[in-house]
Every structure is written in structure tokens, then in C-alpha cells.
């Protein structure tokens, strides 16, 4: 059973001196984006964000993964990581940004993605020459070269063999939160482990994409912390540490090569001379490890007490809040993480986001104003009857390849009918899997880079039968890794929600009356429709 064991950090915030600049970065899908606030004054000091497609086409990546790979395998280069990080940050002091003012940093980092490195990765952090790049330094230190990140799905066998070891998915689900699932961690490893015994052997240091970058900010190894490593399949959610039983199903050896495990607003000192000497951060700036992007979120739109339902619109969709008490998902496909503020949080994951809405929208080659202005427009609530499952990759909720989008109806759909239909799907299909939570929301807090699109809020708003709100600033992992910066050393997290979480005036969606109704009458035919195909 679960227990309410996942502390938070008062002690540290009680004794640390507050400090008012901080840097929240975020390692997402596609892009490597910073923001700085100022603490005193509630303002955005800077932003900026570096696409790993367009600004590395070398390495061929223009989502920033490569999708060649085998069997569902998707990886991403972690060295093009690297290079992002330096790009951003001379780019920032190019635009007159000064980092001596931070007094903090943490990050966030698209979840479940992991870097294989060897023993001698923490003694480089420790050595950094200033004078020289860090995928120049750091390139050697990998013992496998790309990094399966959490669009991968090519590991049934292993999430197979792990449950089978430890008595079956109920056990790995009652330890861990989820069920062993294909793009969680300790699968991704395991399989490693398996098809190359000699590079797993010579690993020393397994970091996920978080504790990856939060290492090299802090010149040294440091720890996983709560709300990322609950993605593992390898953290047992009531003590929050590594879980021997999953440690030792998964593959030989791995308690030795795993980071410790701790509280999110955990401090990892001092930050590394390497950004100190090269781009101007004070020797005094404290760092403070990173989390994954959906609890940073959480946290971005102050939604760490029960309450909020967040829907966020990234490369996936995630809907996910703070749980009351932990549960869940009985049928398989949700998550507990980690709450960053203590406690724990719930998430589901829709692979089928923006990839999908993007689909469509090259597939009639619109842009984004005349996706919804334009065509979605064209079409009422209900489309016709006319309905999608919009897998246009395998999907994660519910588990079901179908090898493409499946419309309910055959024939030539235009570009109206397909935007709607693709915007329907995908939000019947939410409403059809949340109600595991136990919450029947209010409004829904909306973030992600497609929240800006008016008309995909409607479609939610009609869907849930709430207001949709949207905050001031859309980037939430973002601004949720700068509040955890300045938690860790001793920020209070209200004062710094009424700061940065605000719903900016005229950005709430009120859902329409009819289009309501329509789809309380659609969600039912939506689950038989989902049956049909599985
Ligand atoms: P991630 O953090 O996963 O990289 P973001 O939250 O930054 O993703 O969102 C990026 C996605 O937002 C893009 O892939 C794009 O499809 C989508 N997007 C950006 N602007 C709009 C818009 N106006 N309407 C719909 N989608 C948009
Ligand atoms: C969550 C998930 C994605 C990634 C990338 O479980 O797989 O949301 O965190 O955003």
C-alpha cells in the first residue's frame, strides 16, 4: 500500500536567507528554454529558448529526437543537450543578461529519459575548463550514445520480465505508482542491460535527463529527486527511496550505478566554477536538483495543493494534480509521482499532443490562426457525429496502436471536419480516463505551448463543462523550475504562486451551453468507439 511518506522541505525553508533572483531551465522534448524572475518584484527578468531542431539541423532531429530506431525505440542525443546549454546562456549574455545577480538555480527535464555515463563523469564535472565546450569535455564520459527518451515504447519484453519477477503489475504498481510501463526508466534499462552487456557494465552513473543537468550545473554528481524518479519504476513511494525488489528485477549491479534519491528542494551546492568563469554566475549561486517537467509544472501553476486539475499541452498532453491521498489508476495507464511541495501527484500522459494537432495541421497546410479560426470554426460541437481516435502514434492512454487516426465515419473529411474531429478526440478521450482521480474539477488551470490556441481551450471548456484559465506567462515547467530555485533556498511557495501563477485578465475560456451538452451525449459512444478498436 501506499502511505503518505514523500516529505517536503521545511527545514531548509525555515533556516535559508531568501534570495530574490533565480533561474528556472527547462530541458523539454524540443527546446532548452531559461527564464529568470525577481522574486521582489514579481517581474521576468529574461527568457529566452534555444529549438534543438532548428538550431542544431546536424544532427538531423527536427523534433529533437530521432525516431529511426527499431521497434518504437525513440532516442535523443545528449551531447545536442549540451550544446543547447551552452548556446542559451552565451546567447543570453550576448543579449545583456547578467547571471551574477542569481542567487539560485534548478531546472526541470522532460521525464522517464536517461544518460548512461561512465564512473568518471562526476571527477569531469568536478574539472570543467571554461576555456572549452562541455560536449567537448563531457562527449567521452558516455558509455551509450543516444538516450531513450519517454516517447520510446520498445520495451513490453522487459516491463514483462520486471513484473513477472516481483509478482506481477499489482506489486510494481502498489511499490512504484504505475504499473511497469514501456518508457519508464528501470525498463529502458533493463533492456540496455540486456542487448549490451559490456557498455552497461562500463556505467558507472545513470542520470535522468533532470539529474543529468542539474549535475553539470553542480559540478558533481547529484541526486534524483522525488517527482522525477517516481518515472522509474525503481522508487518505492512510501519510504522515496530506491526499491531493492524493482533495483534487482530490473538488472544486475544497478543500486550501484543509481544517484541517491531525495526531496525536491533539495540544495546540491555551490554552483560549477565552469559557469562562473564563462557566463558571469556569482560563486555564491546555490543550485538546487532538478525535477521532471510535469511536477515542475505543477508547481509553475501553483496547483501543489488539492484542488486544480492541470491539463498541459506540450509534445504530449498531460492531465495531472496534487492528490489528497495517493491512489491508483486501476486500470493501468496513470501515474503517482512525487509532488515537488510534499506529498504526491497524479499524472496521465497523452502521447498523442501536438504531434497529433501538428499532423493535421500540415496534412491541410494550415498555421495555427487558421486551425482554429479558420476551419475549426467552420464546424459545430459534435462534428456531425462524425468522431476520431487521434492515435496518430501508438497511444499511451489508453495502451492502443492502431496505426494511425480512425475516423467513425469513412470518406474524404476536410480540413475543418479533421481539426475538429482530431481536438474532440483527444479531449473526449481525456474525459474518458481522469476519472480515476476521484475529482470532479471546477475550472482547469491550461498551460503548454498550445494553450495559447483560443479555440483548442473552447474545445476543452465544452468538453470538461468548466472555465478554462490560462496563466500570465505559458511556459509553466519553465517558471516552475525558477519557484523551485528559490524554494530551495528558502522561497515561500504562496507568496511566489500570487507572483508568478496568476491567471492573466480576458485568458479564462467559460464553456458554451450547447456544445456542453453535446458532449456529455458523446462521451459514452467515444469509450464504445475506443472498445471497438482494442
Ligand atoms: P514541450 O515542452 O513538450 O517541448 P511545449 O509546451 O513547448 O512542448 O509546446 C510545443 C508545442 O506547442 C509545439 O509542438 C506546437 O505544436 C504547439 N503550439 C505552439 N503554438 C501553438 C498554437 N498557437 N496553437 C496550437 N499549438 C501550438
Ligand atoms: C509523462 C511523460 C511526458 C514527458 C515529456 O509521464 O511521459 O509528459 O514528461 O513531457
New binding site residues.
Partial sequence: MLSRAIPSNTATLKSAKYMPTVLGLDS??QSLSAIILDTNSGAVVAEDSVTFGAEFPNYRQPHGYDESGARGEIHANPMMWLEALDLLLARMVKNGVDFSKVASVSGSG???GSVYLRGCFGKKLASLNASKSLKEQLEGCLTRQSSPI?MDSSTSTECAEIADAVGGNDVVCAKSGSIAVE?FTGPQIRKFAKTDPEAYAETGIIHLVSSYFASIMAGRNVAIDHGDGA?MNLMNLANGDWDLDLVNATADGLADKLPSCEPSATKSGKISNYFVEKYGFSPDCETVIWS???PCSLIGMGAWEAGKIVISL???D?LFAAMPEPQTDPNGFG?VFGNPAGGFMS?I?FKNGSLAREAVKEQFDLDWSAFDQEELAKTPAGNGGLMMLPFYEPEITPRLDTGGPVFSREGDHCAGETVRAVLEGQFLNMRANFGWLGVKPTRISLTGGASENDGIAQVIANVFGVPVDRLDVPGSATIGAAVRAAHGIGGDLEKLAGQFSQVKEGRTIEPEVGAMEVYEGMVEKFEEFVEAQG
Avoid: A, F, I, V
Fill in positions: 523539454s522534448t522532460q521525464q522517464h519517454w518508457r518515472g521532471g517537467d510535469n506540450g509534445t504530449s498531460t501515474h499524472l500522459c
